[in-house]
């Protein structure tokens, strides 16, 4: 069974920093991998999704990167700012269902970045 | 993308009752899921509803709880049945534009807020 955890649980950092946000999973057996935040009270927004063969992926401040083999990712955080606070999730999808199954998440990490 | 739109966003209900959960998407999707987020923990997935037949549960979950409806591709119902306080959660409905084999995001909704009381 798949299970996916992230490091820190919680981040209080101040304003400007550049942040690394860690998930791992423990079956390299992956489709893609897909970062989210979630705003308290809110839905789920999609970050960044890398597939199973990329390495990483860009989008404005954000750089994540995908290591399957060592059942590993990280999400960057460049010039974190006060509107980046919320909890970021890390989820996975399993190979087996080719790509049709449902997404295995993380506990998530509850960043503040401090004005 | 996909724009998804939840029905209630909040409710609170008596212990005993039933909820039911609407989930309306903008386009016509293949896959569509339906997540439980309990206080203070993380999505779990409770079921794949499929279209035209009966939903996929995942391990801890029953039909007889959850039953879930998926009469076209662009809608689904997830009904949260005999509610007791451990049922107090955000249901989140989940879809992933595109064909299955293909590498697409996932995307939700707002997620309805449910308390039992």
């Known amino acids: 069974k798949q299970e996916v955890t992230q490091i820190p649980a919680a981040l209080s950092v101040p304003e400007g920093e550049n942040l690394v946000l860690n998930c791992s999973f423990t079956?390299?057996?992956?489709?893609?991998l897909q970062w989210f935040r979630q705003d308290p009270g809110k839905g789920l927004t999609s970050l960044l999704l890398?597939?199973?063969?990329?390495r990483e992926q860009t989008s404005g401040r954000l750089n994540a990167s995908l290591d399957k083999s060592s059942g590993r990712s990280t999400l960057y955080i460049a010039a974190s700012q006060p509107g980046d606070s919320a909890t970021y999730l890390c989820a996975v999808r399993p190979y087996s269902g080719g790509g049709a199954d449902g997404l295995t998440f993380g506990k998530g990490t509850h960043l503040i970045i401090q004005p | 993308s996909a724009v998804i739109s939840q029905k209630p966003s909040r409710d609170i209900c008596q212990r005993g009752t039933s909820l039911t959960i609407q989930c309306q998407v903008d386009?016509?999707?293949?896959?569509m899921f339906w997540y439980r987020q309990q206080p203070g923990q993380s999505l779990t997935l409770i079921a794949t509803?499929?279209?035209?037949?009966?939903?996929?549960?995942e391990s801890g979950f029953v039909i007889d709880k959850f039953p879930i409806s998926r009469p076209n591709l662009t809608f689904s119902t997830l009904t949260v049945s005999n509610m007791s306080p451990e049922d107090s959660s955000i249901y989140l409905c989940?879809?992933?534009?595109?064909?299955?084999?293909?590498?697409?995001?996932?995307?939700f909704g707002q997620g309805t807020r449910l308390t039992v009381v």
């Open positions: 989940s879809v992933t534009p595109g064909q299955v084999g293909m590498n697409t995001e996932a995307f």
């Open positions: 079956d390299s057996a992956i489709y893609n």
């Open positions: 890398i597939q199973s063969s990329q």
């Open positions: 509803a499929n279209q035209g037949s009966e939903a996929t549960y």
């Open positions: 386009s016509q999707v293949t896959m």
